[in-house]
Antibody
């Protein structure tokens, strides 16, 4: 059974850093396009980043230069490093699996981890 | 930046047909997906590649595409279908993904 489990969220001050983890099971993370999607309180979904099976990475303009996506094949885990955090980065962050040859569709999602940026 | 436009809300009575639209300039060349999200839960994929239905999704969910608009149709709406529905696609480069603002479906 495919599962994604996020962790690492919490309360952080503006300007701070956090690393989110997404542990996959039931499939090989490095064979898929893996994504992060976030949802601010009461708002819609916002795509954040993708790491291709081949290793290429892309970011939404709103996080480019501040967030970094990576993966550890030995741990079957994808990470999102969040630096220079802003109040507007407050959201539930979801890990979502794409396809083996394309970013979408997002067929499996984790339960999400809440990041709150506040002083 | 690229945007997908959805109506904020749609209301239907049980048993009726609900149609939710999503408009975007790149949709004639890029596939769209649809996600259902209930309060406090992660999104669930209900339609991909404009009109394909994943296994386990009821047949009353269907998708279509025409020009710059894709449409999610829910036939014979049930109370359990009340949720937020978001479309998603890529920009013209294919490297950046975008979600529509979401449509709240209310079953009267």
């Amino acid at each position: 059974e495919v599962q994604l489990v996020e962790s690492g969220g919490g309360l952080i001050q503006p300007g701070g850093s956090l690393r989110l983890s997404c542990a996959g099971s039931g499939f090989t993370v490095s064979s898929y396009y893996m994504n992060w999607v976030r949802q601010a309180p009461g708002k819609g979904l916002e795509w954040v980043s993708v790491i291709y099976s081949g290793g290429s990475k892309y970011y939404a303009d709103s996080v480019k230069g501040r967030f970094t996506i990576s993966r550890d094949s030995s741990k079957n885990t994808v990470y999102l490093q969040l630096n220079s955090l802003r109040v507007e980065d407050t959201a539930v962050y979801y890990c979502a699996r794409g396809d083996t040859v394309a970013t979408t569709p997002f067929d499996y999602w984790g339960q999400g981890t809440l990041v709150t940026v506040s002083s | 930046s690229y945007e997908l436009t959805q109506p904020p809300s749609v209301s239907v009575s049980p048993g009726q047909t609900a149609r939710i639209t999503c408009s975007g300039d790149a949709l004639p060349k890029k596939y769209a997906s649809w996600y259902q999200q209930k309060p406090g839960r992660a999104p669930v994929l209900v339609i991909y590649k404009d009109s394909q239905r994943p296994s386990g999704i009821p047949e009353r969910f269907s998708g279509s595409s025409s020009g710059t608009t894709v449409t999610l149709t829910i036939s014979g709406v049930q109370a359990e279908d009340e949720a937020d529905y978001s479309c998603q696609s890529a920009d013209s480069s294919g490297s950046y993904q975008v979600f529509g603002g979401g449509t709240k479906l209310t079953v009267l």
